[in-house]
């Protein structure tokens, strides 16, 4: 049966087999970030290179990313998935048991290269397998997977098991990898055949020259650079007068980042309803409001404007993943990695520039900049808006 024609039951099931696959991939990226200071005291290694741990998979899912998308269009999703998840849960098990921090960060950059392809490959696999009339709300739930997967992660490391017997979370997360990844390979259909392939397929310099896809790209680096670079120096502000908000208190607040898990498919249905250029401005508008909200000097209305700009963030973030993967005809994997390399660097980006804006200027020119940046999206949400039929 083809995928396209799969009844109502069959196309859940796709999005559920994806949605735990996806969020297992995710648990692995953040999962050392919350013992870093028992990493400093075991291995004996100052914040600095402890946090390696994180950065190392992040540089590998920066590498592989783009290789990953070329292959995911090229040949079936079952290799890809079984080969990766192998590896995966391999470096999971080595950081469980080492002694050697060296060989932690080795087997965590490892881990980072195969990630891709349980997340860009799956994402690819997505807009080959749904129905158009799915797709938005499909991704907006492969969205809202990432966003469960790196919480998830986080608390799995410090929460889920405790703090000092974190090598215990390496062993969780390479089981919940296996399985997620067998049922994967068992049962989403149409994983054993390669994608179709398409005439005039771009490859990845012709979807940078193609501007229906190359906005798009650009929507993803401005929302996360003001998504990361927010989120990166809140802590820093919320500490000061006259908040001078608790370390136990800040950490609470950052579980508004809970919402996307809501918005993703939320934003799926508001882009199929009234179509992903006027999603992508109402998100916009809805995050520039609430970066004017936490400028206020006050705990509750930051905390307002902290859950809008989860809210907008994750509206733009899903209504251009389902935008970029609706409008693709090919090449979906190459379009997916590219979104996903944007989106990186815009946060890295974001959080670089920020810093030396918060160095000179403080909490209002990081706001006030990062308000300029998020004109991006919105800018071309409104040219989007009025091409549309």
Request: aromatic letters at 12%; glycine letters at 12%; one cysteine or more.
């Amino acid at each position: 049966m083809p995928i396209r024609t799969l009844p109502d039951k069959g196309l859940w099931r796709i999005q559920l087999l994806v949605f735990c696959l996806v969020v297992a991939a995710f648990s692995n990226i953040y999962i050392t970030q919350p013992v870093l200071p028992v990493l400093v005291r075991e291995f004996g290694v100052d914040a600095a290179t402890a946090s390696l741990s994180v950065s190392a998979v992040i540089l590998g899912i920066a590498l592989a990313n783009l290789p990953f998308g070329r292959l995911s269009d090229h040949y079936a999703l079952r290799p890809l998935i079984l080969i990766a998840a192998f590896m995966a849960a391999l470096a999971d098990l080595v950081c469980a048991l080492t002694q050697s921090f060296q060989l932690l960060v080795a087997a965590r950059f490892l881990q980072g290269l195969f990630i891709p392809a349980l997340t860009t490959c799956v994402a690819a696999y997505l807009a080959n397998a749904l129905p158009l009339q799915r797709l938005n709300v499909a991704m907006g739930a492969y969205v809202s997977a990432t966003v469960v997967g790196g919480l998830g992660g986080r608390l799995l490391g410090g929460f889920l098991h405790p703090p000092l017997h974190w090598r215990y979370a390496f062993f969780s997360a390479a089981g919940l990898l296996l399985v997620t990844s067998l049922a994967a390979a068992r049962w989403l259909p149409g994983v054993a055949r390669r994608p179709q392939q398409h005439q005039g397929q771009l490859g990845f310099a012709g979807l940078l020259r193609s501007w229906p896809a190359l906005r798009l790209f650009l929507v993803g680096f401005g929302a996360f650079w003001v998504f990361s670079a927010t989120f990166n120096f809140l802590p820093f502000h919320l500490s000061e007068p006259p908040i001078s908000a608790s370390t136990g208190l800040i950490t609470g607040l950052y579980t508004a980042y809970l919402i996307g898990a809501l918005m993703g498919p939320l934003s799926g249905r508001l882009a199929n309803r009234f179509g992903s250029p006027l999603t992508l401005v109402l998100g916009s508008l809805l995050f520039g409001l609430s970066l004017a909200g936490l400028a206020a000097p006050n705990l509750a209305l930051v905390i307002l404007a902290l859950l809008g700009s989860c809210a907008g963030f994750f509206t733009i973030h899903a209504a251009a993943n389902g935008a970029l993967n609706g409008r693709l005809s090919g090449s979906r994997g190459r379009g997916n990695a590219l979104y996903v390399l944007f989106y990186y660097v815009g946060g890295a980006l974001g959080i670089t520039v920020s810093g030396y804006l918060w160095r000179y200027g403080g909490w209002d020119l990081v706001l006030g900049v990062n308000a300029s940046v998020l004109s991006i999206p919105l800018l071309i949400g409104l040219y989007e808006l009025k091409r549309q039929p």
